[in-house]
C-alpha cells in the first residue's frame, strides 16, 4: 500500500534552516508528481510546493527563494530545503502523492521556528 513518511522537523531560530524529507513506498514513485503542504495551528491545510516527475519545482509565494523542494527517484525520497525560516513557517509539514486518483498524506512533521 503506498505509504509516505516524513522525517526532519523540529525547533530552529528565526533566520535557520532545516530539512524535510518524505520516504515513499508502495507506488512507482518516479511517475508522480509530489507535493509538500503545511498546516498552521488554527489554520487550513495549504500547499507549500510541488515537484513534477521530471523534476521542475513549483513554490507558493510565501516560500520563493527560501524553499527548495527536490526529490531522488533512486531513493523514492522528496525533500524540502527550507532556510531563512519565520516564525510564520511554523506548521505540521505534510508529504501528499496523489497516486491513481486517490490522495495520499504522510503523518506529518513539526517545524517550529522560535527564538
Known amino acids: 500500500q503506498v505509504q509516505l513518511v516524513e522525517s526532519g522537523g523540529g525547533l530552529v531560530q528565526p533566520g535557520g534552516s532545516l530539512g524535510l524529507s518524505c520516504a515513499a513506498s508502495g507506488f512507482t514513485f518516479s511517475t508522480y508528481d509530489m507535493r509538500w503542504y503545511r498546516q498552521r495551528s488554527g489554520k487550513e491545510r495549504e500547499l507549500v510546493a510541488v515537484?513534477?516527475?521530471?523534476?521542475?519545482?513549483n513554490y507558493v509565494d510565501a516560500v520563493k527563494g527560501r524553499f527548495t523542494i527536490s526529490r531522488d527517484n533512486a531513493k523514492n525520497t522528496v525533500y524540502l530545503q527550507m532556510n531563512s525560516l519565520k516564525a510564520e513557517d511554523t506548521a505540521v509539514y505534510y508529504c501528499?502523492?496523489?497516486?491513481?486518483?486517490?490522495?495520499?498524506w504522510g503523518q506529518g512533521t513539526q517545524v517550529t521556528v522560535s527564538s
Open positions: 515537484i513534477s516527475v521530471v523534476g521542475s519545482p
Open positions: 501528499h502523492a496523489r497516486v491513481r486518483g486517490l490522495g495520499y
